[in-house]
């Protein structure tokens, strides 16, 4: 089991600015992509950017400019800064991550989780 825990959301003007993290816990092997995406009421959720474990990263279009995807592997920690801001990147933020696990018998087992999500509102 890898738990992901979110923080950093939050209410905040047009232009303005939002750091988000997410953190993995559990028993970890390795980490290979993490990301973040979001979901806007009645929208389907969107890969927002991700990072791989060599540091490549790739961002929607709408997002490209202004947000910055970095991450902490020895802390097992993704970050997102958010700049620039507008109204419609209102929405829950997820955090995701894959990677493998250690499991029974030292088992290694492939995993992918999800956080449980922070809203971002913007205003205008």
């Known amino acids: 089991q890898v738990r992901l825990v979110e923080s950093g959301g939050g209410l905040v003007q047009a232009g303005g600015s939002l750091r988000l993290s997410c953190a993995a816990s559990?028993?970890?092997?390795?980490?290979?992509?993490m990301g973040w995406y979001r979901q806007a009421p009645g929208k389907q959720r969107e890969l927002v950017a991700g990072?791989?474990?060599?540091?490549?990263?790739n961002y929607a279009d709408s997002v490209k400019g202004r947000f910055t995807i970095s991450r902490n592997s020895a802390k097992n920690t993704v970050y997102l800064l958010l700049n620039s801001l507008k109204p419609e990147d209102t929405a829950v933020y997820y955090c995701?991550?894959?990677?493998?696990?250690?499991?029974?018998?030292?088992?290694?087992?492939?995993?992918?989780?999800w956080g449980q999500g922070t809203q971002v509102t913007v205003s205008s």
């Open positions: 995701n991550a894959d990677g493998a696990i250690i499991g029974d018998w030292g088992l290694k087992h492939d995993f992918t989780s």
């Open positions: 559990g028993s970890i092997f390795s980490i290979n992509a």
């Open positions: 990072i791989t474990s060599g540091g490549s990263t």
